[in-house]
Nanobody, 122 residues
């Protein structure tokens, strides 16, 4: 079994900052891509940022220059530093990870966290 546990969401005023964390645990041999998605109210889930094991990063245009994704491979943890937050950043934020569970299988499985609410409002 693999679990992804997110933390760090909450209520923040426009222009403020939050830092999200997502820790993976369980049967893990290696983790390929880790990423953050969000689902605003009434809208579809969208990619926010993703980072490979080698450190290649991809951001949605809407968050470039404001959000920073990083990961600690030793802790199987991915972070999302969110600065200059806007009301339109309000959403449930989900982390995901593409995980190889064992050394004897190359199969990779996509796992999701339970989501954490981020609300940007004055």
């Amino acid at each position: 079994q693999v679990q992804l546990v997110e933390s760090g969401g909450g209520l923040v005023q426009p222009g403020g900052s939050l830092r999200l964390s997502c820790a993976a645990s369980g049967s893990i041999f290696s983790i390929n891509v880790m990423g953050w998605y969000r689902q605003p109210p009434g809208k579809q889930r969208e990619l926010v940022a993703a980072i490979t094991g080698g450190g290649t990063i991809n951001y949605a245009d809407s968050v470039k220059g404001r959000f920073t994704i990083s990961r600690d491979n030793a802790k199987n943890t991915v972070y999302l530093q969110m600065n200059s937050l806007k009301p339109e950043d309000t959403a449930v934020y989900y982390c995901n990870a593409a995980i190889r569970r064992t050394s004897y299988s190359n199969s990779v499985y996509l796992h999701w966290g339970q989501g954490t609410q981020v609300t940007v409002s004055s």
